[in-house]
């Protein structure tokens, strides 16, 4: 094992990465700080169950309940992955906006970590957008009406607002048309924009450190 490990790290510079990312020093902190390394646990649970879920989710008007009432009960181990990929929107919304509180109370937000928080804010819209994709992907009367009101309120926009409900439904109405773009940037778009601002934030992370609790002096 050894020897194959030598091997690798001579080619992969694997001790390397291992210092500048994981054996970093860090100040002395407090529970809070856990909060960033929570949402990223819940972004990277959302996307292996989400893969499952793909596995037998149809995105079609005719299929798509249908397909997740075979998920709950037809497909073994599918209600907890489900279950999991539910609850765990839910959790991630919020571990992310506590994570924002936690950032913004301590100041963290101030030089030179500008770019951490504004990549931040770009990832709590992806993590907003998601829920709001998502939610009509099961294709039943609380999905339906939820996302024609969703889409209702941009609409209210002076001069731009009927162009983006528009845009949102593929068309005047809910239809086929709308949970093929929601299931597409559900799974593609917001996702890509995620692990990219998710990349920025780590980046900025390891290379800034991570900024200490503020004393009372500060
Ligand atoms: C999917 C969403 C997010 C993930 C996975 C994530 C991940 C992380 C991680 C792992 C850390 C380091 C540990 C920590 O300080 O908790 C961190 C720090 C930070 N995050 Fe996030 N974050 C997310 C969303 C946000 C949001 C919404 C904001 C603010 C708008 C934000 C602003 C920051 C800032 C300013 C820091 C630096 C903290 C410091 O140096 O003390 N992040 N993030």
Redesign the pocket.
Known sequence: MEKLYTWLDERLGLQTIYNTVLDRKVPK?NW????????????VMQAATGIFLTVYYVPSPDHAYDSIQYIMNGVAFGWLIRGIHHWGATL?VI???F??L???F?A??KYP?EL?????????L??LGMGFTGYLLPWNQRAYWATTVGTEIPGTAPFIGPFITSVLRGGTDLSGVTLARFFSVHIWWLPAA?VL??GV??Y??IR?????VPKQED
Do not use: E, P, Q
């Not at 951490?116 to 709590?124: I, K, N, P, R, S």
């Not at 800034?208 to 200490?212: N, Y």
């Open positions: 902190v809070f700080y856990t909060l960033g390394s929570a949402s990223l646990f819940l972004f991630m571990v992310v906006f994570h924002m936690r950032t913004f301590f963290s937000y970590r951490t928080w504004l990549t931040g804010a770009g990832l709590l992806c993590t995620i601002l998710i934030h780590m900025l992370i800034l450190g991570i900024s200490s």
